[in-house]
């Protein structure tokens, strides 16, 4: 995912409106529902208190806002964590805080297959989040076909991360799938494993620290790439796709707050 400073890349551009519009939709119907359910509220603390004091789990009784939307939301809330996976990864790949204890190339190998996988996430949060819009349509008898969609989103999803979820299915048996310049450390470490003498390990060591040094350099620029990558899909998807999650959170939350305020009406 590499490329050239002087590439004006898609990528590259300012988030759609829409990406925070949708996400700010998102946590005010998640607030209102909060302020408008305090029983319910009470029961999700419990249940974290559970968790927390490692007690036995204490159920949460069922929000009564339509279980497609429940799905709706969590889908959106759950792709949108994505990008800032791919950023926490850019981050582990720039620090080794091991002191040698894991070799750099075991660190940097690591890096690699969480962000591989990343991407594969990313693949199933998006059908995860347009089937989610698939049922709200349904249930509310939009007639809209979101399938053309769905294919645009893969074949965005695919130019970006193909090779890498393709490599994330190679068995391990049949060949290796670590990036060229991270086997290069791995090897580079194995031969200092052999050396001896200092003045025979000085030239190996040299070149395994720049090896490492260009490899993370690499790793790096290609988890920032994929951080707005993905921000780039989530944020197309979320234009085409408008008229049905606009519609169905702002219907969801008019009848949040159309509730608050016959709770809040003078009675006579």
Request: with cysteine; proline share 5%; charged share 25%.
């Amino acid at each position: 995912m590499v490329h050239k400073k002087s590439e004006r890349r898609a990528i590259d551009g300012p988030l759609p409106p829409e990406y925070m519009e949708a996400l700010n939709l998102v946590v005010k119907l998640v607030s209102a529902r909060i302020d408008g359910e305090p029983g319910r509220m009470k029961a999700a603390n419990d249940s974290l208190m559970a968790d927390l004091l490692g007690d036995d789990p204490l159920p949460v009784p069922l929000s009564p806002v339509d279980q497609s939307v429940v799905r709706l939301l969590h889908g959106l809330l759950e792709l949108m964590q994505v990008p800032n996976r791919f950023n926490a990864m850019a981050t582990m790949v720039k620090l080794y805080p091991w002191g040698g204890k894991i070799s750099r190339s075991q660190h940097l190998e690591n890096c690699y297959y969480l962000i591989v996988h990343e991407t594969y996430i990313l693949e199933e949060r998006l059908k995860v989040f347009l089937n989610a819009l698939i049922d709200c349509a349904k249930v509310r008898s939009l007639h809209v076909d979101l399938s053309p969609i769905g294919r645009m989103i893969t074949k965005l999803h695919q130019g970006f991360f193909g090779k890498m979820v393709a490599a994330r299915g190679i068995h391990v048996h049949q060949q290796s799938n670590v990036p060229r310049e991270i086997k290069r450390i791995g090897m580079l470490e194995l031969l200092l494993m052999g050396k001896g003498e200092e003045t025979e390990e000085a030239p190996w060591r040299v070149l395994q620290r720049l090896a490492f040094a260009e490899a993370r350099k690499r790793w790096v620029t290609n988890a920032d790439d994929a951080a707005k990558a993905a921000q780039y899909i989530i944020g197309r998807l979320l234009v085409q796709t408008q008229l049905v999650w606009r519609t169905v959170i702002q219907e969801e939350l008019d009848k949040v707050q159309g509730t608050e305020s016959e709770r809040s009406r003078p009675r006579n």
